[in-house]
């Protein structure tokens, strides 16, 4: 659900210093938004704050958001305790994955996006052709 930025209220927050979020818009204006932030009934902010600071400074007007219903000042607290404190980093070594996996598919290049290209463009011919024929599944090749 999408609601106004400015109707969401900040209140007091555990989180004093939301760090720099240079890093955090540039993930968001180039791939949107993944995770929504969290509000209550009230539109009272519960989890999400530096996603929220990122995207106003976008310029955004509007957000996606999850509704929460709460009671009370410490099911708020629990809640914005909890996603930060349950959150776990990645370790060194899932980083260094992350690093070769992204320079194995850079250098791909040119003809694995070719081959991308017709393998979905195999998919799309299939799934009609099962649309038209009214099957399940077409037969092998090899029949």
Not at 96 to 115: M, N, Q, S, V
Request: with cysteine.
């Amino acid at each position: 659900m999408k609601i106004t930025i400015g109707d969401i209220k900040l209140g007091k927050r555990i989180r004093e210093d939301l760090g720099d979020l240079s890093s955090l818009q540039d993930s968001i204006n180039a791939l949107g938004l993944f995770n929504p932030v969290t509000i209550n009934q009230n539109y009272e902010l519960l989890a999400g704050a530096r996603r929220l600071t990122a995207c106003k400074n976008l310029g955004w007007k509007e957000i996606d958001v999850n509704i929460i219903a709460t009671s009370g000042d410490l099911a708020k607290l629990e809640i914005e305790s909890q996603e930060n404190f349950m959150r776990k980093e990645f370790t060194e070594h899932e980083i260094e994955k992350i690093i070769e996996r992204k320079r194995r598919l850079a250098k791909k290049g040119f003809f694995y996006l070719l081959t991308q290209f017709f393998k979905h463009l195999f998919s799309i011919i299939s799934s009609f052709f099962i649309k038209l024929l009214g099957k399940k599944q077409l037969p092998p090749l090899d029949q």
